[in-house]
Structure formats: C-alpha cells, structure tokens
C-alpha cells in the first residue's frame, strides 16, 4: 500500500470554527509533512514530523496546531482562520535516512474560509 | 541556499508534440533530483527521480538525466498526450539539509503548467 488518505476532500468553514484535517499511511514511514500550496505555486511546508515528534515548524501562525497521535497519523487542528487561509493542503511521507527518497503526497483537503 | 529554477509555463502543445521542460538547480550538497506531477483536483506525485550524476529516471515515456556539469535536470517526452496536460515540479533533496531524526527537506520549483491539445 503506496497511498496517502486524507480527510475530508474539502472544507468550508467560518473563522471562528474549529475544525481538524487528517492523514493517514500505512507504509511505515517515520517522516510526516504538512504543506499549503496556493493555485499556480510550489507547496509551501508547514511542519514536519519525525518519528512522532515536531522537527520543524516553518514560522506557522499558532491557528495551526499539528498533531502526530502515532506513526500513521497525522493531524491539522485550525482555529480562528482567516480567509487568506484558504488553500489546498497536503500531507506527504517519507522514509528516513537518506535524501534520495521520494515523498508520498495525499490528494490534499481543499479548504475555504468565509 | 539552495534553489530549483523552472521554464516560466504554460507549456502548450499539440498532441504527439516533443516536450523539454528545464530544471536547473543550486545546492550546498550532492542532491538528489525528483520530477513530480500534478494533476488537476490531486496532490503531488513522483514521476521519476535520479541520485547520481549521469543517472537517468525514467517512468511513462518521460525521461530526466542528472548532469552535474550543468546543474540540470530537464524533463523530456518524445510524444505528449492531451492526458500529460498537468503541472510539473522539479525537486531537489540535498543531503546536507535535515530535519533532526533524519528527515530530508525538498526544495521545489515554482512549477511548469503543461497544456496539451487534441
């Protein structure tokens, strides 16, 4: 199973909701990313996990509140978000180890905030 | 820093055309390289990727050759269908870039919009 899940496809949500997004794999790798990416542009990482804890944190705003419950998981808490969040956001893993490997990406969660 | 430079898009072509899509790239170590795909409404996947100089990734008809002495990493297809019609990112993963517990940090491209008619 090469496959990133993710849920939910899209969502809408106000910008006093709060709401989660989820990722899930099952090939037992170790690093987990979450990225925004704008139309037109690059994914632009937001956090990376390894190994459950939090190695990176690209400068987010406190609004987005990641999560790694354990090696398959991978949660997205969002509070108070503002419309120029609204963005495709995608997670990927990775095995560890070595720089030659690829990341897996998920379909992505299209969000909009009104 | 490191960067990956990517031909401004869109790139349009007609069905059964040639296609190059250039990469260049700057990195403080000796990367790997990855082209991914996207296609409309779906997240990013790996098309093909090379480790070494003078290695070739190949996958689908596409093809991408790591040239150390150019810094390049171009995607070429000899004959596009309207289905290749996508965005297309060149990658870098440099080994001397990582997050602690091993993970590696891709820097990416700005993208190529690929548009291909019947």
């Known amino acids: 199973d090469t496959e990133v899940t993710q849920t939910p496809k899209h969502l809408v949500m106000g910008m006093t909701n709060k709401k989660s997004l989820k990722c899930e794999q099952h090939?037992?790798?170790?690093?987990m990313y979450w990225y925004k990416q704008k139309a037109k542009k690059p994914p632009e990482l937001m956090f990376v996990y390894s190994y459950e804890k939090l190695s990176i944190n690209e400068s987010v705003p406190s609004r987005f509140s990641p999560e790694c419950p354990n090696s398959s998981l991978l949660n997205l808490h969002l509070h108070a978000l503002q419309p120029e969040d609204s963005a495709l956001y995608l997670c990927?893993?990775?095995?560890?180890?070595?720089?030659?490997?690829?990341?897996?990406f998920g379909p992505g969660t299209r969000l909009t905030v009104t | 820093g490191n960067s990956v430079t990517q031909m401004e898009g869109p790139v349009t072509l007609s069905e059964e055309a040639f296609l190059t899509i250039n990469c260049t790239y700057t990195a403080t170590g000796y990367p790997s390289l990855f082209w991914y795909v996207q296609y409309p409404g779906e997240g990013l996947q790996l098309l093909l990727k090379a480790t070494k100089a003078d290695d070739k990734g190949s996958n689908k008809g596409f093809e991408a050759t790591y040239r150390k002495e150019t810094t390049s990493f171009h995607l070429e297809k000899g004959s596009v269908q309207v289905s290749d019609s996508a965005v297309y990112f060149c990658a870098l993963s440099d080994p001397t870039l990582f997050a602690s517990g091993g993970s590696y940090i891709p820097t990416f491209g700005r993208g190529t919009s690929l548009i291909v008619h019947p």
């Open positions: 990927a893993s990775s095995q560890q180890g070595s720089s030659s490997y690829e990341q897996y």
């Open positions: 090939m037992g790798h170790r690093a």
